[in-house]
């Protein structure tokens, strides 16, 4: 029997598909062939075409290869949304090796772990981050830094000046070269004969790092054919998507696997153009849109109401816009409504989870007049399955409205976590994602997330973990007990309350302790607001009541909505 949320697809959406036995570097190598003088990187004025962008590739594949960086190694990319970004993802794994993206906001502590944890001997990165990376050399797997600045690919006159101002704003360093330090820009100067890809469909492709539930970091590994079919699966949920001819705004990081899957590799394989922003500042989103006449913009709700409340909106042309998908969190029907008036494009809201490449839900693009589903992430993409168990045990399918843990199954899957068997054995059952978010799915095949994951915070789009900021906080001499809680924020997610109780005869101050948290983690993980106590809230075996402490925030009204610009 068809699942009942078939009848819901728009017209054109098959309910399966054929996919192809190939590995992810010939996406961009097939839309060098079928488009070989369309554009494929925007980047300032500056523009990659998709012969220019296979041949880059090719040639650093040929450099890795030089270097001795052996197929099944991993190569870290830490780097914003830039040309170098993109070929150096297709020219590793072009070279055989795996991918591992490292947010670039990480601290030094947190680089190391990943860096040990995926056996990462090469790093791609970011000048600017170079002092974070370059110490991990001789006392992690790590064997080579290959540094790489923005101004490398810019236009000839921006890059001229860009050294200049980035001296200015005291971010410039130098870096010194040597033996384990290379600039990128010298190992392209070599053969880009095109190479035999090394990977196969069924091997790792990307690492892709998440926090988890248990908060201790752990690699995603997806396959091939994992963000393959992903991209294909959202592909086909889009039969409008013009072959060739679209302008994806590529503001979404690509070290996030929202951004990497539904961003760079739907573009590349649908044979469409990338404009590329390292981060969202309203006036070059705008300007972006405008000037390059931005068809598809994958985003987060917060990157859709700035937009909506940006006050220099008058005379700006955004109509070009046609698609967009949301996702990260929840969608408001105030901000869908608004964007879609001023754009004139599709607003819609998706979900996924970096276990499933991510993307496993998506609402119809087109759906019937007056049938829009306020509040539901949609249905599930063809081949994906779903269904509701129950809390308990997580083997008992319940009926339709009533709420329980959400499992999929699909080819977007992965194939389990890294160098972890128990913690794969213990999400995937049976060929089922245990995904840990509470969900109901009503009569038509609609799915609704009705909780989070249990206390993870999401905090501006980025996933934290309490246990691992309450563990830093423990380190912290004076503390001895310690608990970390999210409180409602509006469109920017969460802010993140730390709950301190010092040892006995110990004073701190609240700038104290944040400043040892900025020490040890992201920018985006440390605590906005500390709050001194004599105790915590405990049960009797000694675990903190979280919802204790949130019911009292929610008494003193602390949750609030922020409506600012992300």
């Known amino acids: 029997m068809d699942p009942i949320w078939l009848r819901q697809y728009d017209p054109g959406v098959p309910a399966s598909l054929a996919y192809s036995d190939i590995a992810l570097p010939e996406l961009l190598t097939q839309a060098a062939v079928r488009y070989p003088d369309r554009p494929a990187l925007h980047f300032y004025g500056n523009v990659i075409r998709y012969a220019e962008l296979d041949r880059l590739a090719h040639r650093f594949a040929r450099a890795l290869l030089e270097l001795q960086v052996e197929p099944g190694s991993t190569v870290g990319l830490m780097m914003p949304n830039m040309p170098q970004t993109v070929m150096g993802y297709y020219g590793s794994l072009r070279a055989g090796a795996k991918v591992t993206p490292i947010n670039p906001l990480c601290v030094e502590g947190e680089i190391e772990y990943q860096v040990q944890d995926a056996a990462c001997e090469t790093i791609i990165v970011w000048d600017?981050?170079?002092?974070?990376?370059?110490?991990?050399?001789?006392?992690?797997?790590?064997?080579?830094?290959?540094?790489?600045?923005?101004?490398?690919?810019?236009?000839?006159?921006?890059?001229?000046?860009?050294?200049?101002?980035?001296?200015?704003?005291?971010?410039?360093?130098?870096?010194?070269?040597?033996?384990?330090?290379?600039?990128?820009?010298?190992?392209?100067?070599?053969?880009?004969?095109?190479?035999?890809?090394?990977?196969?469909?069924?091997?790792?492709?990307?690492?892709?790092?998440?926090?988890?539930?248990?908060?201790?970091?752990?690699?995603?590994?997806?396959?091939?054919?994992?963000?393959?079919?992903?991209?294909?699966?959202?592909?086909n949920w889009m039969p409008s998507l013009r072959?060739?001819?679209?302008?994806?705004?590529?503001?979404?990081?690509?070290?996030?696997?929202?951004?990497?899957?539904?961003?760079?590799?739907?573009?590349?394989?649908?044979?469409?153009?990338?404009?590329?922003?390292?981060?969202?500042?309203?006036?070059?989103?705008?300007?972006?849109?405008?000037?390059?006449?931005?068809?598809?913009?994958?985003?987060?709700?917060?990157?859709?109401?700035?937009?909506?409340?940006?006050?220099?909106?008058?005379?700006?042309?955004?109509?070009?816009?046609?698609?967009?998908?949301?996702?990260?969190?929840p969608l408001p029907p105030s901000v869908q409504d608004r964007f879609e008036a001023i754009t004139g494009a599709r607003l819609v809201e998706g979900y996924g989870l970096t276990e499933a490449g991510p993307v496993t839900h998506v609402n119809p693009i087109n759906p019937p007049p007056g049938r829009r589903r306020v509040g539901s992430i949609g249905l599930p993409l063809p081949d994906t399955q779903a269904k509701i168990m129950d809390m308990e045990t997580g083997d008992n399918e319940l009926p339709q409205g009533e709420i329980g843990?959400?499992?999929?199954?699909?080819?977007?899957?992965?194939?389990?976590?890294?160098?972890?068997?128990?913690?794969?054995?213990q999400v995937l059952r049976n060929g089922w994602l245990h995904t840990g978010d509470l969900a109901r799915m009503d009569a038509e095949g609609f799915f609704y997330i009705?909780?989070?994951?249990?206390?993870?915070?999401?905090?501006?789009?980025?996933?934290?973990?309490?246990?691992?900021?309450?563990?830093?906080?423990?380190?912290?001499?004076?503390?001895?007990?310690?608990?970390?809680?999210?409180?409602?924020?509006?469109?920017?997610?969460?802010?993140?309350?730390?709950?301190?109780?010092?040892?006995?005869?110990?004073?701190?101050?609240?700038?104290?302790?944040?400043?040892?948290?900025?020490?040890?983690?992201?920018?985006?993980?440390?605590?906005?607001?500390?709050?001194?106590?004599?105790?915590?809230?405990?049960?009797?075996?000694?675990?903190?009541?979280?919802?204790?402490?949130?019911?009292?925030?929610?008494?003193?009204?602390?949750?609030?909505?922020?409506?600012?610009?992300?």
Request: hydrophobic content about 40%; some cysteine.
């Open 243 to 329: 072959e060739g001819e679209e302008v994806f705004l590529a503001v979404l990081p690509f070290f996030h696997v929202y951004g990497m899957s539904v961003c760079q590799n739907l573009a590349i394989g649908c044979g469409g153009s990338l404009v590329l922003l390292p981060r969202f500042q309203m006036t070059e989103v705008i300007k972006a849109i405008e000037r390059e006449r931005v068809t598809v913009f994958p985003g987060i709700p917060a990157m859709y109401q700035a937009i909506n409340n940006y006050q220099h909106l008058a005379g700006h042309d955004l109509r070009s816009m046609r698609i967009c998908i949301s996702g990260a969190g």
């Open 405 to 425: 843990e959400l499992v999929v199954r699909g080819p977007q899957v992965m194939s389990g976590y890294w160098n972890r068997e128990e913690e794969s054995r």
């Open 128 to 235: 600017h981050l170079y002092e974070r990376v370059q110490p991990l050399v001789g006392r992690t797997s790590l064997k080579r830094v290959i540094v790489t600045g923005i101004e490398e690919y810019l236009p000839r006159m921006k890059r001229l000046l860009y050294p200049v101002q980035a001296m200015r704003e005291g971010r410039r360093a130098a870096v010194p070269l040597g033996p384990s330090t290379l600039r990128l820009r010298e190992l392209m100067t070599g053969s880009d004969a095109p190479l035999t890809t090394q990977m196969q469909s069924d091997d790792v492709a990307v690492l892709q790092y998440t926090g988890g539930t248990t908060g201790v970091p752990k690699g995603v590994a997806l396959t091939h054919r994992n963000l393959l079919s992903n991209a294909w699966q959202c592909r």
């Open 450 to 566: 009705v909780d989070r994951k249990k206390d993870m915070i999401k905090s501006g789009g980025e996933n934290v973990y309490p246990r691992e900021v309450e563990e830093t906080l423990l380190r912290h001499d004076k503390i001895k007990d310690a608990v970390v809680v999210g409180l409602a924020q509006g469109l920017r997610g969460e802010l993140i309350k730390a709950y301190v109780v010092l040892k006995e005869g110990e004073r701190a101050s609240a700038a104290e302790i944040l400043e040892h948290c900025r020490q040890y983690l992201a920018k985006f993980k440390v605590p906005k607001k500390v709050e001194f106590r004599p105790d915590l809230p405990k049960t009797i075996v000694g675990k903190v009541l979280r919802r204790v402490l949130i019911e009292e925030e929610r008494k003193k009204g602390a949750f609030k909505a922020d409506e600012e610009a992300p």
